[in-house]
């Protein structure tokens, strides 16, 4: 089995002189679900294209499933279903004529596959409505169930939870958790909704002004963004020793303004308070934070260390 479902060696995309995406190096490992941030115009939406064979790269080498080439890459995304900005239908097509017709071009046999599809996405009871009459969130579903024909082993979503309402992205994110787990599809999408996506993905990639700024595992991501405590204290040389003394298996650090910062702290807040007043010293400020995907990444764009 290769390491890598997809691998973007050095990507460069250019519009005329301006780069869209300049020197992007990101991988993709087997059955992940690898969630992709950005601000817009950050070069999500052009790195997906270049996966899916929209587009081609000014510069840089795209290899996918282990494999690079023109001809290649053209057998490669057979394997690979895509939703890249809009979903576009025929407007007077119906939703089961439209699966058909998507079935039939993807040489795909059996006619149970679009009931299966309609099943699994969950839009059956849309099935006779004609496409221009879909909502938006509907129209998410189709997009989806067409790149679902043919079980493929690469899903690239661009923004797929796009018009849903809370219920359709609580049972997106259960179908991708479960077509990643039970299935084994690699899966990598890009989502401005940030919570969401820290639920959903196991791997996240920061993208701005088209660089990568770093990728990270939601393990990885989790250490960094644990609960924390931050103590400002009266003498804040007399509170680290105290600490030190008496809860010495807490992770605790002092911030460069003076401020103690316990993180993954192991008991109540209100016992490092007691801790200062039974010793003479006075709490100046006692914070309790839960730091999240989006502390994280607007920290790092900002240009500030990698941590929340």
Not at 80 to 92: D, T
Not at 129 to 155: D, F, M, N, T, V
Not at 236 to 257: G, I, Q
Request: glycine share 8%; proline share 4%; aromatic share 6%.
């Amino acid at each position: 089995m290769n390491d890598y479902i997809i691998e973007a060696r050095q990507i460069t995309k250019k519009y005329r002189s301006v780069p869209a995406l300049d020197g992007v190096t990101l991988k993709v490992t087997p059955g992940s679900i690898y969630g992709l941030i950005g601000d817009n115009g950050a070069g999500k939406s052009t790195l997906l294209k270049l996966l899916a064979g929209h587009i081609f790269p000014t510069a840089g080498e795209i290899r996918l499933f282990g494999q690079s080439g023109e001809k290649e890459l053209r057998r490669c995304r057979r394997q690979m279903g895509a939703i890249i900005e809009h979903p576009g239908f025929f407007p007077n097509m119906t939703v089961e004529r439209t699966l058909e017709y998507y079935r039939i071009q993807k040489g795909i046999p059996g006619r149970k596959k679009v009931e299966q599809i309609m099943e699994l996405v969950d839009i059956r009871e849309k099935r006779r409505e004609k496409c221009r009459h879909l909502s938006l969130g509907q129209k998410q579903r189709l997009g989806l169930a067409i790149a679902l024909l043919g079980e493929p082993a690469l899903l690239i979503l661009d923004e797929p939870v796009n018009g849903l309402d809370p219920s359709g992205i609580v049972e997106l994110r259960a179908l991708l958790q479960r077509l990643s787990t039970e299935k084994r599809i690699t899966i990598l999408l890009s989502s401005h909704i940030l919570p969401e996506l820290q639920q959903t993905a196991t791997v996240f990639g920061f993208l701005s002004r088209g660089k990568l700024l770093e990728e990270i595992s939601a393990r990885e991501l989790c250490e960094k963004c644990a609960d924390r405590l931050d103590i400002a204290v009266e003498d804040t040389e007399k509170y680290a020793a105290l600490l030190a003394k008496h809860f010495p298996e807490e992770d605790w650090r002092v911030l460069p303004e003076g401020t103690i910062q316990i993180r993954g702290f192991r008991r109540e807040p209100g016992a490092y308070s007691r801790l200062a007043m039974e010793h003479g010293l006075c709490i100046l400020r006692l914070e309790r934070r839960s730091a999240s995907l989006e502390d994280y990444y607007l920290n790092l764009k900002n240009g500030g260390k990698a941590s929340c």
